[in-house]
């Protein structure tokens, strides 16, 4: 396997949470929020930084996921969870990583990833590692508009 391929499966596969058997996208889900508690618990949530990382784990997704996807010769690998890792992070855009955040975040990512409402399936029918990714992102921008919604409401 090629540097390139072997880089590209590593980050497609989310450290390679992506073939532990069972469930990988809730695996992937809920590591990403087990890290985003723990740096939370030691750093406040820097916008701006926190936006830069969901654009590079985005654009790297793309990148990995179009590769991982290639190299196996399937459209869209159950493996490949970076799309999980990055919408899970859209999740937290607009809210502050505290416990009851991180919390209903996973499980309303979680819900629109499974269920996808219009158009989130739709975005599947991208082409190569957008594809991959897109509908895990807007699932995660559905979870994080109902997160502010709640958190506006709850005063949060």
């Given at each position: 396997m090629s540097p390139k391929s072997s880089l590209s499966l590593f980050l497609a596969s989310g450290c390679y949470i992506g073939?532990?058997?069972?469930?990988?996208?809730?695996?992937?889900?809920?590591?990403?929020?087990?890290?985003?508690?723990?740096?939370?618990?030691?750093q406040a949530h820097a916008g701006e930084l926190y936006v830069s990382v969901f654009c590079l784990v985005t654009a790297a997704g793309v990148l990995a996921s179009t590769e991982?996807?290639?190299?196996?010769?399937?459209?869209?690998?159950?493996?490949?969870?970076?799309?999980?890792?990055?919408?899970?992070?859209?999740?937290?855009?607009?809210v502050p990583l505290e416990l009851r955040n991180l919390v209903l975040g996973t499980a309303l990512f979680r819900l629109f990833d499974i269920w996808k409402p219009f158009p989130i399936r739709r975005l599947e029918r991208l082409p190569?590692?957008?594809?991959?990714?897109?509908?895990?992102?807007?699932?995660?921008?559905?979870?994080?508009?109902?997160?502010?919604?709640?958190?506006?409401?709850?005063?949060?």
């Open positions: 073939f532990i058997p069972g469930a990988p996208g809730t695996y992937a889900s809920v590591a990403t929020t087990a890290v985003l508690y723990a740096v939370s618990r030691t991982a996807a290639r190299s196996r010769g399937l459209k869209d690998p159950s493996f490949v969870v970076i799309d999980e890792v990055s919408g899970q992070l859209a999740t937290f855009l607009l190569g590692g957008a594809g991959i990714m897109a509908d895990d992102v807007l699932a995660g921008l559905y979870a994080t508009a109902i997160l502010y919604l709640v958190n506006r409401v709850m005063g949060g």
